[in-house]
């Protein structure tokens, strides 16, 4: 039985969502550089949100299964961190796509990830509780009293 030979791969695209935020992300080859919505992720503005989406960057750099990519992410929706936990799971779920393996996605860096924080490579389906009748938001009642 003959082994087909792998193409080698054009491009990757994944997705990643948080509440309303979602993030679309485009891994192909290339130098190493990582744009968010056309500039560079070094550049993303709070310190914190930066520091929490290049999580996946850090872990897949100490792994040498970064400086070969150029990955590109564009986001909609949602708040800032919303937008950033979206970011982080795009970004991590490309990584593991584009460095497969025989069995179609890296185990080794699969693994890593989910050790470090599971919510990198699943999204995370909690949302917002929407308001209800007789209060002020979802779980807050108006006070009564018969007395």
């Known amino acids: 039985m003959k082994m087909a030979k792998k193409e080698p791969k054009i491009s990757v695209n994944t997705s ?3 509440k309303t935020a979602i993030a679309r992300a485009t891994v192909k080859s290339g130098k190493g550089r990582v744009r968010v919505n056309s500039e560079p992720i070094e550049i993303l503005q709070p310190e914190m949100a930066r520091t929490k989406a290049m999580e996946p960057l850090v872990i897949a750099d100490a792994m040498n299964r970064l400086a070969t ?3 590109n992410v564009n986001t909609t929706g949602g708040g800032q961190m919303g937008q950033v936990d979206a970011i982080r799971t795009a970004i991590a779920r ?3 796509k584009w460095n497969d393996g025989a069995d179609g996605d890296d185990a080794e860096l699969r693994d890593e990830f989910l050790r470090f924080d599971r919510s ?5 389906p909690r949302r917002k509780e ?3 009748q007789m209060g002020r ?5 108006w006070q009564k009293s018969y007395r």
């Open 120 to 124: 990198l490579l699943v999204n995370d």
């Open 137 to 141: 938001g979802a779980r807050k009642k």
């Open 130 to 132: 929407p308001k209800h």
């Open 69 to 71: 990519v150029d990955i």
């Open 16 to 18: 990643g969502k948080r």
């Open 94 to 96: 490309g990584l593991v």
